[in-house]
């Protein structure tokens, strides 16, 4: 038996999410960011597709098929209902993305069992932006918290 929460992870309609996958087992952290509407649940669809970005990164990083994986974990972070959030514009969601995923490199070694990001993200210039970088500190500290 499989237990699957879903909660309201699935509803994206006017809402954003960073979300990070996580395997304590592999040791590994692959961090993500979504509007879709379908919420992180419709995201996570397209990240197990054959092409899918962290089926990609999993086989890079380990050398074998993330469905051998048995504790993967997905953690949603909702973002701000405000507009430079939600629109089809990414900067904002972009930048507090590619915090969190460095802030997680450099948090790493803090944790155990430690782990590698595996996820790749692009720098924005919304990363000097105050509201990003404090909401970029809480996922961080919520995350690192739960783990």
């Known amino acids: 038996m499989i237990k699957t929460s879903i909660g309201n992870c699935f509803d994206g309609h006017n809402q954003s999410f ?3 996958w996580l395997s304590k087992k592999e040791q590994i952290v692959y961090v993500g960011m979504t509007n879709s ?3 992180t649940i419709g995201r996570a669809g397209s990240h197990f597709s054959k092409k899918g970005s ?3 990164r999993f086989i890079e990083s380990k050398g074998y098929y993330i469905n051998v994986t048995d504790d993967l974990l997905m953690y949603s972070f909702p973002l ?5 959030y939600t629109s089809d514009e990414k900067s904002y969601r972009e930048a507090v993305e590619y915090i969190v995923q460095k802030k997680l490199i450099i948090s790493r070694a803090t944790v155990t069992p430690s782990f590698d990001v595996i996820s790749w993200v ?9 509201e ?3 909401i970029s ?8 918290n739960q783990y």
């Open 54 to 56: 962290l089926r990609q």
């Open 37 to 39: 509407f379908n919420g």
């Open 80 to 84: 701000p209902q405000k507009k430079i």
């Open 132 to 134: 990003v970088i404090k």
């Open 137 to 144: 500190n809480k996922i961080v500290s919520d995350f690192l």
């Open 18 to 20: 960073i979300y990070i």
């Open 122 to 130: 692009r720098s924005s210039p919304r990363t000097s932006n105050l």
